[in-house]
Every structure is written in structure tokens, then in C-alpha cells.
């Protein structure tokens, strides 16, 4: 069974950086596009950043120059470095990844559980 377990969420003053990861587990013959989506309340889940298998990144505009997202195609996880963090980057951080479980099945999209990045003024 396939499983997205993150971790590195937590309460940071502005202006200070965390860093999320994120790793896949379980029987995984593929790993395709991961990303970081993040939801605050009462707001719809949005993109925060892509990674392609090969590298090419995307990003929401309100993250650009701050965040940066990276992958370790050996272990299945993705990173999510924040830097000069805002009060209105807190939200609820979730992955997301494309994953091949066998040579012949379609990639599938997984979710983690979440994990809570707090800002404070």
C-alpha cells in the first residue's frame, strides 16, 4: 500500500524558513509529477509548486523567489524549502505525487495527510 508521509510543518515567526518533505512508501515502480498544494481556512486547496520527473518546477506566483521545491528520485520524496515566510503562507502543506505501482498500470495520484505551517506576525 502506497503511503505519502510528510513532515517539517510547524510555527516559525516571519521572515523565518521551514523546510517540508515529503516520502512515498510502499511498492512504487514509478514516480511521475510531485507537488506541494496548501489550504487555509475557508480557502479552496491550491498549487504552491510542481516538479516534473525531470526536473522542471513551477510555482504559484505568490511563492516565487521564496520557495523552492526538490525531489530525490532515489528515495520518492519531495522537498519544499520556505523561505521569507509571510503570515499568509499559513495553511494546512499537502503532497501530492503521480505514482506507478506496477510496469503496467496508469499513474495514480496519492495525497499525504497534511501538515500544519503556522506563520506569526
Known amino acids: 500500500q502506497v503511503q505519502l508521509v510528510e513532515s517539517g510543518g510547524g510555527l516559525v515567526q516571519a521572515g523565518g524558513s521551514l523546510r517540508l518533505s515529503c516520502a512515498a512508501s510502499g511498492t512504487i515502480f514509478s514516480a511521475n509529477a510531485m507537488a506541494w498544494y496548501r489550504q487555509a481556512p475557508g480557502n479552496q486547496r491550491e498549487l504552491v509548486a510542481a516538479?516534473?520527473?525531470?526536473?522542471?518546477?513551477n510555482y504559484a506566483d505568490s511563492v516565487k523567489g521564496r520557495f523552492t521545491i526538490s525531489r530525490d528520485g532515489a528515495k520518492n520524496t519531495v522537498y519544499l524549502q520556505m523561505n521569507s515566510l509571510k503570515p499568509e503562507d499559513t495553511a494546512v502543506y499537502y503532497c501530492?505525487?503521480?505514482?506507478?505501482?506496477?510496469?503496467?498500470?496508469?499513474?495514480?495520484?496519492?495525497w499525504g495527510q497534511g501538515t500544519q505551517v503556522t506563520v506569526s506576525s
Open positions: 516538479i516534473a520527473s525531470g526536473g522542471v518546477t
Open positions: 501530492n505525487a503521480a505514482l506507478k505501482v506496477r510496469l503496467y498500470m496508469d499513474y495514480v495520484h496519492y
